[in-house]
């Protein structure tokens, strides 16, 4: 379907965008030109979305009444992205976006720099080997951890990666089409927007979804991964965490389970990782001892907020800490230290101070002459000898012309990092006759156990400016609530968050209820709470069900005609009762810190799986091959070349973000596979 408008529907367009955003001492949505925005939406990102829009200007009419509108699911989505559109910077007011300026905020808070532009040796599909040693699928915080190992240790590599290379400058522009944002735009980091499908199961209903749809369980699809464009928090998980089921029990209709390792099996390549990649800030959180080897670098300086914060966490009688972050709070390493910048988590580093796999292991790895990086490139299956043994990866690409690519290479070993999602994907469409429902799925676990994070937090808006906005913002946190809570499985980290972009603050302030959707009220709102707001937020532990799950559905394929991922599942009733206890103190920390209003925030969905930026749990690790999909040394049972280097192994998904954890499995299972 076209995304074209009539011209009277353009008009109404313009009349409801005057409506949404209208002009005072700052221009109107329509007058930067937000129209054109939408128009654009619909012909370049969007064409499916034509039908909403026209539905909403059916429900505006020729007189378009704002409270109707806004009274009509349709017409309360079309408002919105009006004004996403004129808060995301569209159209200039003094040589810079008119949001901007009426809210203060400026992308270059620490500025000015020099933007750096780092380039990786990727290698034409036509110049790949046959065989190497071993192949590496995906190159994000497992797959490329395991590349520096391997190829280190004298072998040769192929990491495969099913992204592109983008630019840093096509990931620091733009505030809607970023793999953090959740209006719906495709971001330079979808895996080939409409060529990839995936098909969605909520409330029972089952539909086919694009990337950037949010059922979709979207991560970044890129050289690097999401470590690319991430947050870069970098927690461990506590020993607890590993022995959820033995502290709390297993509650009816979950899937919780012990590690069959230890946190002293991980604590060595925890302090691995954190050396080698560089790790700022730290503090003593109160459920694991302190590290074996100090931290490399000190954390970032506090701000007023966050001593304001510190303080509030004082007197509640609460234990604070800085966040420990993938970010250079120093020049280390040939990287510059953080410029404080205010776009951090969704966008990449201008600077490269945020460690992601791109410029820490797979430079290193390629560097060692033995490792070979192709992008655009998806491993489509693994191949088997007549015994079932790995003996090959099936790759697939489109030319620029859209031909179809085919290859097969031989290799010794295969380390699987394509995420949660696609790691059962890939092994589902590997199934062969000795192993007919999926390789290593004999006992139907591939897939299971799938879980992300739910967040909890609270909104809190102060009577003065609290806002500063000097990047990464993420600075404090306390961890007194990871175990612990009466009642409550599990728990959570909370700490401030992140500086939002002016349409993210828009989406929170209005989520929460604190200011109108709309209008001339909605406007003045945004431009006096937009400094005067602090999000606190963290992700809970989550109790896994069975039922929570990765299928293939050989209905629905690809653009290769491959079948792409199903998502089914629900959160758990222990998982609401965790959010809101956290949401709770939350809560309590903003409003002790001086907020004059708050607000909690709600859990989502409950018959809707659990997926997203930390999605995890679908090929886990066990001890028995009836429970689990690979070993305690992450090889994939009945395959002893095969092993898993992602977020999918991990038995539980701790009540913080868990990249660190993924860094340090992998490193312990590539050392595991070069001793």
């Excluded at 990102?45 to 009419?61: I, S």
């Excluded at 290769?560 to 758990?572: A, K, R, T």
């Excluded at 609401?576 to 209003?597: D, H, I, N, P, T």
């Amino acid at each position: 379907m076209g995304g074209s408008l009539s011209g009277q529907q353009r008009l109404v367009l313009g009349w409801l965008a005057e409506l949404a955003v209208p002009a005072d001492e700052f221009p109107s949505a329509r007058d930067v030109g937000v129209v054109e925005f939408v128009e654009r939406v619909l012909a370049e990102d969007r064409p499916d979305w034509l039908p909403r829009v026209v539905r909403g200007l059916e429900v505006a009419g020729m007189e378009p009444d704002l409270d109707v509108v806004l009274a009509d699911p349709d017409g309360a989505w079309l408002v919105r992205l009006l004004a996403q559109g004129f808060y995301a910077g569209e159209g200039q007011y003094d040589g810079q976006p008119a949001a901007w300026v009426m809210v203060g905020w400026q992308p270059a808070a620490g500025g000015p720099w020099e933007p750096v532009e780092l380039e990786l040796a990727v290698t034409p599909r036509a110049a790949l080997a046959d065989r190497y040693d071993c192949v590496i699928i995906g190159s994000g915080a497992g797959g490329g951890a395991a590349a520096q190992v391997v190829a280190e240790s004298g072998r040769s590599v192929l990491v495969v990666e099913t992204g592109r290379y983008p630019a840093t400058d096509d990931l620091t522009r733009d505030h809607l089409r970023n793999p953090r944002s959740v209006v719906g735009l495709p971001a330079p980091t979808d895996p080939d927007p409409r060529g990839r499908p995936r098909v969605s199961v909520v409330d029972g209903e089952r539909r086919v979804v694009l990337p950037p749809d949010g059922r979709w369980g979207n991560n970044a699809f890129t050289v690097g991964g999401g470590t690319r464009v991430y947050g870069a928090q970098a927690w461990r998980f506590v020993p607890r965490d590993f022995r959820m089921a033995s502290t709390y029990g297993v509650p009816e209709g979950s899937g919780l389970a012990d590690w069959p390792i230890s946190y002293d099996d991980l604590e060595p390549y925890y302090s691995l990782a954190e050396q080698r990649f560089g790790v700022s800030g730290g503090g003593v959180d109160p459920w694991h001892d302190p590290r074996s080897i100090p931290l490399p670098m000190p954390p970032m300086p506090r701000s007023a907020t966050t001593q304001r914060l510190a303080a509030a966490a004082e007197r509640l009688g609460w234990g604070t800490l800085d966040v420990p972050l993938l970010i250079n709070s120093e020049d280390r390493d040939g990287r510059s230290g953080c410029v404080r910048c205010g776009q951090c988590v969704g966008f990449a580093c201008p600077v490269e101070a945020k460690a992601g796999t791109h410029n820490t292991a797979l430079p290193a790895a390629l560097a060692t002459g033995r490792c070979t990086l192709v992008t655009e490139t998806t491993a489509e299956r693994l191949v088997v000898d007549s015994r079932g043994r790995v003996t090959g990866v099936a790759l697939v690409a489109a030319d620029a012309d859209g031909r179809i690519w085919r290859r097969t290479v031989d290799c010794a070993d295969v380390l699987i990092a394509a995420g949660a999602t696609e790691t059962p994907r890939l092994l589902l469409n590997s199934a062969h006759d000795g192993e007919p429902r999926g390789l290593g799925n004999n006992l139907d676990q591939v897939g299971r156990y799938l879980q992300a994070h739910v967040y909890a937090g609270a909104v809190g808006l102060f009577d003065d400016e609290v806002a500063e906005l000097i990047g990464p913002g993420v600075s404090i946190a306390t961890c007194d609530f990871r175990h612990g809570n009466d009642g409550i499985i599990g728990g959570g980290m909370l700490a401030n968050e992140f500086v939002p972009t002016p349409a993210a603050t828009y989406d929170y302030l209005t989520g929460a209820g604190l200011i109108p959707r709309a209008g001339s009220a909605g406007k003045q709102a945004m431009r006096r709470e937009a400094r005067r707001m602090l999000r606190v937020v963290g992700p809970i532990q989550e109790v896994s069900s069975a039922d929570s799950r990765v299928r293939v559905d050989p209905g629905v394929a690809d653009r290769f005609g491959n079948p792409v991922v199903e998502i089914s599942g629900s959160i758990h009733p222990e998982d609401f009762r965790a959010q809101a206890y956290m949401s709770e103190k939350a809560r309590q920390w903003l409003a002790e810190a001086g907020a004059v209003r708050t607000a909690v925030g709600g859990a989502g969905t409950p018959n809707r799986a659990s997926v997203g930026q930390h999605q995890a749990g679908t090929c886990r690790m066990g001890d028995d091959p009836a429970r689990s999909v690979v070993d305690p040394d992450g090889r994939v049972w009945g395959h002893d070349n095969v092993r898993i280097v992602d977020g999918s192994v991990n038995v539980t998904n701790g009540g913080v973000n868990p990249v660190l954890t993924i860094l340090a499995g992998s490193l312990r299972t590539a050392a595991h596979l070069v001793s």
